[in-house]
């Protein structure tokens, strides 16, 4: 095979989708049918204009002459709707849409041969008609099928059979076939300029060409673009979107790249969680880690928090980063505000878990611990070349960790620094938290701090934390 017919067979040749996976062969497939839907509208949709044409212009034969028009009309409405029928119940194979092909242009040129007869003129009359453009229309819809063989098809087809019009035209009187070599007879008279007809027929060609070539490139990009689109939103499941969009927007992206910012940290944990798994079976397990975290992501994620990462039963969250690419480094105008609206969310949807989630209600009910914490961060990815994890260090973490497990010690819920309260209330929190700041050893840090220890500030009558965490009525002001 020589090189010419190997660059023209892989031309021809089907994108290879056989090394993607399922589900993105199926998302191609959907894309090619809605693109094949849309192909038969067009068509119907042109007919349907032939058809509104031809009923509104005058008609300048006699009414005993015979009328081919509209059975040809009428046929191609009737095949149209048929193949749009078709289309919309399953996906047409391949054969069907070289059938639709032959079908367009037989009757588009009958549609034209017929004009010359029902209105008694010359053969020739077929040449000058404009109906020829809709011959680039029929063309270019075959690009809808995101393969050139479609195109190249239809552009043979129809250079084919503009060719056997002009055949029919100089040989259909063989006493006068109307040729002429003069341009200015040509555009005056019925003659015919072959010259002119092969013009077309170039034009046809080169289209066809063109868009072939356009087609092969579409093509490739559209598997490649569900490809990746389909990468993307599994991507996304395993960052937060707004992480994952920083990611995939990032010019480059490399280990030891990252950027200093400020934020508010904070980090949820489940208490007993260890021993609960040591008596579960592994799918509940799962299934406890699952609820539990598909209650608190949505309440994070709604108050602006990104999801750093998962440790377990711990989840971590970073508020105030926003967008790997915006470049802002000023300190987010309320992020620690955020971050107290969100512990606020989930401690209060916690003492409604027994009642609406059943996988934590069968498990005997589980608690929450948070700690957060408020400073200055790194931010970026660390890892190898081959294998990057984006993530947040600093003071500020460690500081958030350890105040999250400091609940114990105090009996509480929910710890964070009394600098971080004290900027979330100047920011306008008013929320249903009230804080007790306290001296504090907590365990890793260097010295005494003051934290700030938050319960809920509930109406009277309402469920609020006694001083050992459990449920008691009424609360501070009661």
């Not at 260097?446 to 700030?452: E, G, P, S």
């Amino acid at each position: 095979m020589g090189p010419l017919q190997t660059v023209w067979k892989e031309f021809l040749r089907r994108p290879d989708l056989s090394g993607l996976p399922p589900r993105v062969r199926k998302a191609i497939a959907e894309r090619e049918w809605a693109n094949e839907l849309l192909l038969r509208s067009i068509q119907l949709t042109i007919i349907l204009i032939f058809c509104f044409i031809y009923t509104i212009s005058p008609k300048t034969f006699p009414d005993d002459t015979t009328a081919p028009v509209p059975y040809v009309l009428g046929a191609y409405l009737m095949l149209a709707s048929v193949g749009l029928v078709w289309g919309w119940l399953r996906e047409p194979p391949d054969w069907a849409g070289y059938i639709s092909i032959l079908f367009d242009f037989c009757l588009l040129y009958g549609l034209m041969i017929s004009f010359h007869i029902q209105y008694g003129q010359p053969a020739s009359f077929i040449l000058k008609a404009p109906s020829l453009l809709y011959v680039f229309i029929f063309i270019a819809i075959r690009a809808l099928r995101f393969h050139p063989k479609f195109v190249l098809m239809a552009g043979g087809v129809a250079a084919l059979g503009w060719a056997v019009v002009i055949v029919y035209v100089t040989r259909i009187d063989p006493g006068d076939n109307m040729l002429t070599r003069s341009y200015i007879e040509y555009l005056t008279s019925n003659s015919i300029l072959i010259g002119a007809e092969i013009d077309k027929i170039l034009s046809i060609l080169f289209v066809t060409a063109i868009l072939g070539i356009a087609v092969n490139g579409s093509s490739n990009l559209l598997v490649t673009a569900v490809a990746e689109r389909s990468a993307a939103a599994d991507f996304s499941r395993f960052f937060d979107s707004s992480v994952a969009q920083g990611i995939r927007s990032a010019e480059t992206l490399a280990a030891g790249q990252g950027e200093k910012l400020f934020a508010t940290i904070l980090n949820v944990d489940l208490r007993g969680f260890t021993k609960l798994a040591e008596r579960l079976d592994a799918d509940a397990v799962m299934s406890v880690l699952s609820a539990y975290q598909g209650r608190v992501i949505p309440l994070v994620q709604a108050r602006d928090g990104i999801i750093d990462k998962f440790m377990g039963d711990g989840i971590m969250a970073s508020f105030g980063i926003g967008d790997l690419t915006a470049g802002d480094h000023r300190k987010p105008p309320h992020c620690e505000a955020d971050a107290i609206r969100a512990a606020e969310a989930i401690l209060l949807d916690a003492e409604r878990w027994l009642d609406e989630v059943p996988e934590i209600a069968h498990a005997g009910g589980i608690e929450v611990g948070i700690g957060i914490a408020s400073g200055t961060v790194s931010w970026g990815a660390v890892g190898r070349e081959d294998r990057l994890e984006m993530t947040v260090i600093g003071p500020a973490v460690n500081l958030s960790a350890k105040l999250e497990k400091h609940n114990k010690k105090l009996v509480s819920r929910c710890i964070c620094d009394a600098a971080t309260w004290a900027a979330a209330v100047e920011q306008g929190y008013d929320g249903l938290l009230e804080a007790e700041i306290v001296q504090a050893s907590v365990e890793g840090t260097a010295r005494r701090m003051k934290i700030a220890v938050l319960r809920p500030r509930l109406a009277p009558g309402m469920l609020a934390w006694g001083s050992q965490g459990q449920p008691v009525e009424g609360g501070p002001g009661h």
